[in-house]
């Protein structure tokens, strides 16, 4: 059973940092993509960044592109995501996700692992 869990969430000012956590569990992740993924109040959730465990060639969404960047550790089975230079508009519940594949999908539908979310507030 793939488990995912995030951490790192928490309450930071326009232009702050943070680093969210996601720590997997269960299985042999060198065949896996993990991703994030975060969900606005009202909206949809949508694609953040995504980075496969063997080779490290991660992809971004544009709205993030050059602020966010995803990174694995291998010895852990984490994956993290810096964010800096935060803006109140990536104020989100955050998610990591895992899909078993190397291939990298945006399509949250893609995914079939899921954590259970951590919730970052940028304000103004």
């Known amino acids: 059973q793939v488990q995912l869990v995030e951490s790192g969430g928490g309450l930071v000012q326009a232009g702050g940092s943070l680093r969210l956590s996601c720590a997997a569990s269960?299985?042999?992740?060198?065949?896996?993509?993990m991703a994030w993924f975060r969900q606005a109040p009202g909206k949809e959730r949508e694609f953040v960044a995504a980075i496969n465990w063997s080779v490290t060639i991660p992809y971004y969404a544009d709205s993030v592109k050059g602020r966010f960047t995803i990174s694995r550790d291998n010895t852990k089975n984490t994956v993290y995501l810096q964010m800096n230079s935060l803006e109140p508009e990536d104020t989100a519940v955050y998610y990591c996700?895992?899909?078993?594949?190397?291939?990298?999908?945006?399509?949250?539908?893609?995914?079939?692992?899921w954590g259970q979310g951590t919730q970052v507030t940028v304000s103004p």
């Open positions: 269960g299985r042999t992740f060198n065949t896996y993509t």
């Open positions: 996700a895992a899909r078993a594949s190397l291939v990298i999908r945006t399509a949250q539908g893609e995914y079939g692992y």
